[in-house]
């Protein structure tokens, strides 16, 4: 099995061009430490923290319907449900996930697969 570093998505409105066309399917890829750390540098987000949202996400959607790139406008035009949306899935695909150990159940037998938070067993 291949390691994953793409992920598609659908938007739940669309980002609408300057012609009118809906664009709602697209690419996100996994973040990588340049992603995080040089937009810091951004003068616009020295002055707005909030906009290192708009500069990651523009560092890591790679396609968004057919558009022939992504820019701070195309991310600044989104509706706030999309945006909402797609900082959402940028946390899920780049989050840790959680180690999972193969068991086997004592009351049916069966093998499941057990995630182990190791977070909540320090407390």
């Known amino acids: 099995m291949a390691f994953e570093t793409e992920f598609h998505f659908v938007l739940p409105r669309g980002y609408v061009d300057q012609d009118g066309t809906?664009?709602?399917?697209?690419?996100?890829?996994?973040?990588?430490a340049a992603d995080e750390i040089l937009p810091l540098r951004d003068p616009k987000v020295q002055q707005?923290?909030?906009?290192?949202?708009?500069?990651?996400?523009?560092?890591?959607i790679t396609k968004l319907g057919t558009l022939p790139m992504i820019t701070t406008k195309t991310i600044e035009g989104l509706f706030t449900l999309d945006l909402a949306y797609l900082q959402d899935f940028y946390e899920r695909i780049?989050?840790?996930?959680?180690?999972?150990?193969r068991?086997?159940?004592?009351?049916?037998g069966q093998e499941v697969d057990v995630p182990v938070n190791f977070m909540e067993a320090i407390g």
Do not use: D, Q
């Open 94 to 101: 780049n989050s840790m996930e959680m180690p999972k150990y």
């Open 103 to 108: 068991c086997i159940c004592p009351h049916c």
């Open 48 to 60: 707005n923290p909030g906009y290192l949202t708009i500069i990651l996400l523009t560092r890591v």
């Open 22 to 32: 809906v664009h709602r399917e697209g690419v996100m890829r996994l973040a990588n």
